[in-house]
């Protein structure tokens, strides 16, 4: 009780100081902050607006200026191979006809028209309209595809629970705040149904924090400002190109806090992280109600396949560990 009482008195306070920092103190801060993510959806916006206008092939493939759309297309193969390893992790029995994908900026739909052949329902999103014309029209004679435009930092147009596969390839580089990216992570988690999957691609260079500490005219900026208040340099670019970086332990602490259940990281130190993420399949209120002092351990599988035999090196190297409570909760993800 009183543990509690005092977590709510350093709330209140904590509450009160803040207010009183951005209202009396710092005013203009306060409007600053709240207006970040619409200022930062508008510039992305109009970034890779112009980049789609002026190349969308070579601003989405990296390839070279100007390349017709059949060698466009052909660029996607190994970003098609490394999505179709983990098609491994749905059962054996999965008809894929019946389940349904989506991509978060899905530029001109280089990816979504080879994955339309594999599953029933293929979406896609993207924050510029004019990649969003062109995905439809490269689109066009695939009646279990649709393209949105989207505001850059969330899934609004789409019902929970109707995803079972959600990936991104080549887009969370770009976006210049880790906050966004956790948004699309969070609604990747609405969207899909429990035991869907995300595979998505993060900008895993190592991050520095030196530009921060750097004196100005002599004076340490860091120093100046209290450290509940300090942006983390990684959390605050305003570069629509080489986006916010990621240390692999903030996305394993996003995926605990969140209650994801991290499958696999790859690509560690470059920027082409991959990282593969599983919705449980069962709820939180079903967990919080078990009783872990009568469980028992009843599967321990590949968490790659799901088999029984668990490798001991390699990036295949990991365990699911399945827990019985009772005849209540057989099965339940540890
Ligand atoms: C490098 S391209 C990759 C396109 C596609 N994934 C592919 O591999 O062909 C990045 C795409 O992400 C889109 N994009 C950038 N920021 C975005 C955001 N915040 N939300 C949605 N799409 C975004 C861009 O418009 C662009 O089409």
């Known amino acids: ?155 609004r147009d789409f019902d929970d629970e109707s995803f079972d596969f959600c990936y991104s390839y080549a887009v969370f580089q770009h976006i210049p705040t880790q906050d966004i990216v956790w948004d699309y992570l969070r609604e990747a988690r609405r969207i899909l149904k429990p035991g869907g999957l995300v595979k998505a691609h993060f900008n895993g260079l190592p991050v520095s924090d030196d530009s921060f500490c750097e004196p100005v005219c002599g004076w340490s900026l860091r120093a100046a400002v209290p450290d509940c208040l300090v942006v983390p340099p990684e959390c605050y670019h305003t570069d629509t190109w080489s986006g916010a970086r990621f240390r692999p332990e903030e996305i394993a602490d996003f995926a605990k806090k969140e209650y994801w259940q991290l499958l696999s990281m790859e690509g ?13 399949r069962e709820t939180l209120d079903r967990i919080s109600t078990i009783n872990v002092r009568h469980s028992g351990m009843c599967r321990v599988t590949n968490t790659w396949t799901e088999d029984a035999v668990v490798p001991c090196s390699g990036r295949f190297a990991s365990v699911t560990l399945r827990g019985c409570v009772g005849s209540h909760y057989p099965n339940v993800l540890i």
């Open 1 to 155: 009780m009183t543990e509690a009482a005092d977590v709510f008195r350093s709330a209140c306070l904590l509450h009160y100081y803040l207010q009183t920092y951005f209202t009396v103190i710092c005013p203009v801060g306060y409007a600053e902050l709240s207006m970040t993510n619409e200022r930062l959806n508008q510039t992305m916006h109009d970034d890779w607006e112009r980049r789609a206008k002026e190349d969308a092939s070579y601003y989405a493939a990296f390839g070279r200026r100007g390349q017709e759309k059949e060698e466009f297309f052909s660029t996607a193969t190994a970003v098609l191979r490394t999505l179709h390893e983990e098609f491994c992790r749905f059962s054996p029995a999965t008809d894929f006809r019946k389940l349904a994908a989506i991509e978060i900026g899905c530029g001109p739909g280089r990816l979504m028209v080879p994955m339309s052949q594999v599953f029933g329902h293929i979406a896609g999103v993207d924050i510029s309209e004019e990649m969003v014309r062109l995905a439809r029209d490269n689109l066009v004679d695939i009646p279990n595809s649709e393209v949105h435009q989207c505001n850059g930092s969330d899934l």
């Open 268 to 280: 560690f130190a470059s920027q082409y992280l991959w990282v593969t993420a599983r919705k449980p």
